[in-house]
């Protein structure tokens, strides 16, 4: 008799597997163990690199774009004293051997990473002064006296005199102003100016964006903020820059700009990104729940911007994050206990298609922590079983890397 109820009992695990149930059954269960990995990645991958980019040059600089082989950095201006916009580049065959070193690492580890960041070091074996930043359409941009701001593109040359543009802001000559290059494209770029000696409508330290077409014939000037930017959209004052911003998501239909700020070219309205969930650095992906004070484990999602916008519920990316696991592959003697994980603090501090890159640090059992690691989750080889690198790359908790 009940060899005669073993097809129905197949039939019914079948049909769950292809439920939700049997899904969350799959993600949880050993047929789908994660891999953990004690070791820096042995091999250098593009979502590797794109990732180191950021991690070296941390504190220096910031990298504008990728053309054929040729990485272009912007310094990042941070004293009124800076009176020029200076370019860097170096090829990813030089990116790679320089951090070759650590591929593979576990001891040491933190040692040499600290000896590759270093800027002296940064400066003498990789980062290349640009010569001709045209070369690239790059605009040169150099402050002189009382505020006045030379440009130089491909295509004109002129000199802004600020106070007189930023009337409406107030701006001096005598005022105490940094600048950066915040984005560049074909047809025009955009700056960020920061005066200290003014405040901005809401209070705090103005901080202006200047977008700017590169034959200099079109000017628009906003605080940086999501709602300033979204009355220049009203007006139409940001009508001439749109088509141009990097665009996100497979439909083409939404700009990425300053890398923070999602809007949708049709209806000219900036998109609105739940607090507590994480945008990509490359604008395109959505980390649901992921700028949560505490990121908390279990089952991850991961969706497109499309879809993300479109509130549907395809998940590009879900996969199994499990603190109580990591605690225990680490041997950290922690707080947890039972169905605890005993973590105290955990966040993203990378996030892109293929790779992310997380900071946990567990509560001791009677005070102060048990550990703190880093995470580099790797996500070329499978987007639903994920690698997992359990590697102390010094990077704190709360850090961000934009």
């Not at 009508?239 to 000219?268: C, H, M, S, W």
């Not at 992921?290 to 484990?297: A, F, N, P």
């Not at 916008?309 to 225990?328: M, P, S």
Request: glycine share 4%.
């Amino acid at each position: 008799m009940k060899m005669r109820y073993l097809p129905i009992c197949f039939i019914i695990l079948f049909l769950l597997i292809l439920t939700g149930y049997g899904t969350n059954y799959l993600l949880n269960s050993s047929f789908l163990k994660t891999t953990y990995v004690h070791h820096f990645p042995e091999k250098q991958s593009p979502a590797l690199t794109k990732f180191m980019n950021k991690y070296i040059l941390l504190s220096s600089v910031r990298k504008l774009f990728k053309e054929d082989n040729n990485f272009i950095f912007v310094d990042e201006n941070g004293r009124t004293d800076d009176k020029s916009i200076l370019y860097y580049e170096y090829t990813e065959e030089q990116v790679e051997k320089y951090y070759e070193p650590i591929l593979g690492t576990d001891e040491k580890l933190n040692k040499i990473l600290k000896s590759l960041r270093s800027i002296d070091k940064v400066e003498k074996e990789l980062l290349k002064p640009l010569e001709n930043p045209l070369t690239y359409s790059l605009p040169i941009v150099t402050m002189e006296e009382h505020n006045q701001l030379r440009v130089k593109t491909t295509l004109n040359e002129t000199v802004l005199d600020l106070p007189k543009l930023m009337k409406e802001y107030e701006v001096k000559e005598t005022d105490k102003l940094v600048f950066n290059l915040l984005e560049n494209n074909k047809e025009n770029f955009v700056l960020e100016i920061a005066d200290y000696d003014r405040k901005d409508s809401k209070g705090e330290i103005l901080f202006l964006t200047v977008f700017i077409k590169k034959d200099l014939s079109e000017i628009t000037i906003s605080e940086w903020f999501d709602e300033a930017v979204q009355k220049k959209l009203d007006t139409g004052d940001l009508n001439p820059f749109l088509e141009d911003f990097q665009k996100v998501g497979a439909l083409g239909k939404y700009a990425f700009l300053d890398g923070r700020t999602i809007i949708d070219i049709k209806t000219k309205k900036i998109v609105k990104i739940n607090e507590k969930d994480y945008l990509s650095n490359d604008g395109e992906y959505i980390y649901i729940n992921g700028r949560k004070d505490v990121l908390e484990d279990g089952i991850q999602k991961i969706q497109t911007i499309d879809n993300y916008i479109a509130q549907n519920e395809v998940y590009e990316i879900e996969y199994k994050l499990d603190y109580k696991k990591i605690a225990k592959e680490l041997d950290f003697a922690t707080s947890g206990f039972g169905i605890k994980s005993g973590i105290g603090l955990a966040a993203i501090n990378y996030f892109n298609e293929n790779y992310i890159v997380l900071s946990l640090t567990y509560k001791g059992r009677v005070v102060g922590t048990a550990g703190s690691i880093n995470v580099l989750i790797d996500f070329q080889k499978n987007k639903q079983k994920p690698t997992f690198y359990l590697v102390d790359l010094g990077i704190a908790s709360i850090s961000r890397i934009r």
